[in-house]
């Protein structure tokens, strides 16, 4: 018996009002198909869309949706104003100074080689939407790491993720082309 009113309770936690755990299907045209099924993410002053089986990572706030979304071996994470990485080469080291004792000389280990992420030249695509334009930059690195990003100036706003395969960095291609921009937030 205690099993049943379990089932009743999450049943009402999934469709009814105030449940945590509503979705809104995306409105975007040619988005999901009735076998791939996508949700709408309410973001500050835009929305944009994933697949329906990806979960959010965090909590939503008032009107907004959590601003991290997991599924198929991805994530997405969205803010306001610009990305902080992702839209540029960059080449990361990992240096390290040795510690430095009275009279001993060099103490610890010998620092790490330096290790250059080799990234191609970006690609941006632009998009028009809502008669504003989002701009999605891809970054490849390494030759398997992508990092993608849908952003915008006016208003200040992105969607990143990051892929391993060539597949979800088409999946995160597709995700950015459904943001949308809101009148209010």
Wanted: aromatic residues 6%; contains cysteine.
């Amino acid at each position: 018996m205690n099993h049943v009113r379990w089932s009743l309770t999450l049943v009402a936690a999934v469709c009814l009002p105030g449940g945590g755990l509503q979705s809104q299907s995306c409105s975007v045209p040619g988005v999901g198909s009735p076998d791939s099924l996508w949700r709408q993410v309410r973001a500050s002053g835009f929305t944009f869309c994933v697949p329906v089986s990806w979960k959010p990572g965090g909590h939503g706030r008032d009107s907004v949706d959590a601003n991290q979304w997991k599924g198929d071996g991805t994530s997405v994470t969205w803010g306001v104003g610009r990305p902080r990485s992702g839209l540029v080469r960059v080449a990361t080291t990992d240096a390290r100074t040795p510690i430095v004792g009275r009279g001993s000389g060099v103490v610890g280990p010998p620092p790490p080689p330096v290790r250059a992420q080799k990234c191609e030249p970006p690609t941006n695509t632009p998009v028009p939407v809502d008669g504003g334009l989002v701009l999605i930059t891809q970054l490849r690195c390494d030759g398997v790491n992508w990092t993608t990003t849908g952003w915008s100036t006016q208003p200040a706003i992105y969607v990143q993720g990051e892929a391993h395969t060539t597949q979800l960095a088409d999946l995160l291609v597709r995700i950015m082309q459904t943001i949308r921009f809101r009148s209010s937030p």
